[in-house]
């Protein structure tokens, strides 16, 4: 599986916009870009995905750089409930539903 | 809706018994659910995908015959720990592909279940 590198940490203010950032320089043409955040002890719960152009949900958007070798997940606005570890999965088409976690990025959203 | 519920969410057991957890999908059919263990301050680690009907597929390091699954319908797959150790103390996630959405491929995940072995 192509590999994704994330921030360790970051930190927001509550209602402010976070920019969370994904790097994946060996991303392959069939490799679709999955968020998933988990919350302190819970399950991971599907945030967006995308593959090429951008994307938005109610949660959040994703833009995709125009090579896709980076993409970055957007929260236009924080809240305290957004705390979370972000995971950026890297899900290739031929291996089906199955996903990769890696370390992910442990935001800190600050009252 | 997509929702997956996994039982018990805490267990204590004693060296060397064996412990079972569901997984369900309550208001979808799973064509695949797939098992998780995460340890404390590290990221889940994928155990096996089970499909229904069919055998479990485990991934390289996973005793088959230590962490049994089932995956007797759409909606139901079981994780039983045999004969458990304080090493197999973890966090187990269970998650699911909805088969009236299989293209989306998104996963929805159950609650946890965090396993105690004294």
């Known amino acids: 599986d192509a590999k994704t590198t994330q921030p360790n940490s970051m930190e927001s203010n509550e209602e402010e916009p976070v920019h969370l950032p994904c790097n994946h320089s060996?991303?392959?043409?069939?490799?679709?870009i999955h968020w998933y955040r988990q919350l302190p002890s819970q399950g991971p719960e599907y945030v967006i995905h995308?593959?090429?152009s951008n994307v938005n949900n109610r949660m959040a958007s994703l833009a995709i750089a125009e090579d896709r070798k980076s993409s970055t997940l957007i929260l236009h606005r924080a809240t305290l409930r957004d705390a979370a570890v972000y995971y950026c999965i890297l899900r290739r088409e031929t291996s089906g539903s199955r996903l990769t976690f890696g370390e992910g990025t442990q935001l800190t959203v600050n009252p | 809706g997509a929702v997956v519920s996994q039982h018990p969410s805490r267990v204590i057991c004693k060296s060397g018994t064996s412990v079972k957890i569901e997984c369900r999908s309550l208001?979808?059919?799973?064509?695949?659910m797939f098992w998780y263990r995460q340890f404390p301050k590290q990221s889940l680690m994928l155990m096996a995908t089970?499909?229904?009907?069919?055998?479990?597929?485990?991934e390289q390091g996973v005793e088959k015959d230590k962490f049994l699954i089932n995956h007797a319908s759409l909606t139901l797959s079981t994780l039983t720990v045999t004969s458990a150790h304080p090493e197999d103390s973890s966090f187990y996630i269970c998650s699911a592909i909805d088969r009236g959405r299989f293209a989306k491929n998104i996963q929805y995940f159950g609650a946890g279940t965090r396993l105690s072995v004294l």
């Open positions: 995308g593959l090429t």
């Open positions: 089970s499909n229904e009907g069919s055998k479990a597929t485990y």
């Open positions: 060996t991303i392959s043409g069939t490799d679709y």
């Open positions: 208001d979808f059919q799973a064509t695949t």
